[in-house]
């Protein structure tokens, strides 16, 4: 079994976040980049779905140069090679146009299943596995806490408010998982140097097929108007009990609309 996990190089979320005056997307420069920390769960899905049942594992990621960083970081957890989306056209874009970007990519890939994390930290849109999905015309198993492949047949339990919901599909399909799926392994020293042989293809949107005013900033559907840097935390209330801090609480619940 062939399988295909979406990798994003994020913003550290230990430091601080900025986001660049100049054209109001993310300022990549400003944190170091980590591998999405949901995709590690996806990372470790699919190689354990590899140890059961025999296959590949590739790692696709979309990203600037120095997402090289994160592809490492997955080849040396195990998975067997990668290919790197990389152009200048591509910067700027926002989800729906990085699903578009992405099922090109995977054109050039043989898979049986894509697997991804259900969000990135930072986005958090949640939307990519569905409008992968739909740009491939494939099947879509969101928020999965437990993966199972049966034949050609894919088997996850949804994580839902009152439990879960079991959801089917034949293959290829595309799922994204919750961090509640498994514990990610770390990269043994042997894994780690056995990375820096492993092949990473590079792709230009040529290579893919991906039409040049279908990407990138100036071609986005959504964009950022305005920001502003958050509030520094003020100091927090304290509630004296003088026989009535029950009350003095739920009051001030009650004010901040919590209850």
Known sequence: MNIVVLVKQVPDTATERKLSPDDNTLDRAASDGVINEL???????????????????????????????????????????????????LEGSDALQTAYALSKALGTVEFDLVVLGSESTDARTGVLGAALAEYLGLPQLTLA?????????????????????????QLPAVV?????????????????????????????????????????????????VDFAPAPPRAAGTVVKDEGDGGVKAAEFLAEKKFV
């Open 39 to 89: 995709d590690e769960y996806a990372i470790e899905e699919a190689l354990l779905l590899k140890e059961k049942h025999g296959g590949e594992v590739t790692v696709l990621t979309m990203g600037p140069d120095q997402a090289t960083d994160s592809i490492r970081k997955a080849l040396s957890m195990g998975a067997d090679k990668a290919v790197h989306l990389v152009d200048d056209a």
């Open 145 to 169: 806490g437990k993966v199972d492949v049966d034949g050609s047949a894919v088997r996850v339990q949804r994580a839902t408010d009152y439990g879960y919901d079991v959801v089917e599909a």
């Open 176 to 224: 994204s998982v919750i961090e509640k799926i498994n514990e990610p392994r770390y990269p043994s020293f042997k894994l780690i140097m056995q990375a820096k042989k492993k092949p990473v293809e590079k792709l230009g949107i040529a290579d893919a097929g991906i039409e040049a005013d279908r990407v990138g900033l100036a071609n986005a559907a959504t964009e950022t």
